[in-house]
């Protein structure tokens, strides 16, 4: 059985970081792309950031480019996302997913096999 699950949500001001982690298990995480996204209230699920299974070219989504950082160890199957410099409409629910490598990395939803039950971040100004 497949799980992620998602830690290092918080509050935090505008301006501020946060670090968040998504541990895997029941999969071999050396061979799945390990994406982020995040959902706001009244939106729709958007990619934020994705890594291939060797850790180069991170791929992220214009809106968080030079603040975010995608990274992954594995040897611990787990996916981080450092995030600086927040602002206030970063403030989502952020989610872990997998898809499978065929030699891209994919940002829509709809490719990513695995979901995490997410983490909230709310930064305020």
């Known amino acids: 059985q497949v799980q992620l699950v998602e830690s290092g949500g918080g509050l935090v001001q505008a301006g501020g970081s946060l670090r968040l982690s998504c541990a895997a298990s029941?999969?071999?995480?050396?061979?799945?792309?390990m994406g982020w996204f995040r959902q706001a209230p009244g939106k729709e699920r958007e990619f934020v950031a994705a890594?291939?299974?060797?850790?180069?070219?991170?791929y992220y989504a214009d809106s968080v480019k030079g603040r975010f950082t995608i990274s992954r160890d594995n040897t611990k199957n787990t996916v981080y996302l450092q995030t600086n410099s927040l602002k206030p409409e970063d403030t989502a629910v952020y989610y872990c997913a997998a898809h499978d490598y065929y030699g891209a990395v994919k940002d829509g939803s709809r490719y990513y096999n695995y979901w995490g039950q997410g983490t909230q971040v709310t930064v305020s100004s």
């Open positions: 029941g999969l071999t995480f050396s061979a799945y792309v």
């Open positions: 890594i291939r299974p060797s850790g180069i070219s991170p």
